[in-house]
């Protein structure tokens, strides 16, 4: 059973910058995705970056790209999201999720659908 663990949420100004960590376990395959979701209150679960286990191919939001980086960490079965410049419009509850797909690619990687697995996510808030 794949199970995905996020930590790493907290309080922070705007202008910081936080690292949001995704522990996963139970991973068979070696070609999957690891998306990043975001839901605010009110509103839908937002996909915002994606990492391809097969070539290391990532994709973001246009809301969050240049400021966020997608990484992952294969010896400690972790994926990081890196947050810089954060904006009270980034305050949301944080989801990190696993696809059975070869590799993300841009014009899907932020359909929920797409997605097996999801950890319980983790809250992210931005003010001042």
């Known amino acids: 059973q794949v199970q995905l663990v996020e930590s790493g949420g907290a309080l922070v100004q705007p202008g910081g910058s936080l690292r949001l960590s995704c522990a996963t376990s139970?991973?068979?395959?070696?070609?999957?995705?690891i998306g990043w979701f975001r839901q605010a209150p009110g509103k839908e679960r937002e996909g915002v970056s994606c990492?391809?286990?097969?070539?290391?191919?990532?994709y973001y939001a246009d809301s969050v790209k240049g400021r966020f980086t997608i990484s992952r960490d294969n010896a400690k079965n972790t994926a990081y999201l890196q947050m810089n410049s954060l904006k009270p419009e980034d305050t949301a509850v944080y989801y990190c999720?696993?696809?059975?797909?070869?590799?993300?690619?841009?014009?899907?990687?932020?359909?929920?659908?797409?997605?097996?697995?999801w950890g319980q996510g983790t809250q992210v808030t931005v003010s001042s």
């Open positions: 139970g991973l068979t395959t070696d070609y999957y995705g």
């Open positions: 999720a696993v696809a059975l797909v070869p590799r993300c690619y841009s014009g899907s990687f932020y359909y929920t659908a797409l997605y097996e697995y």
């Open positions: 990492w391809s286990s097969s070539d290391g191919s990532t």
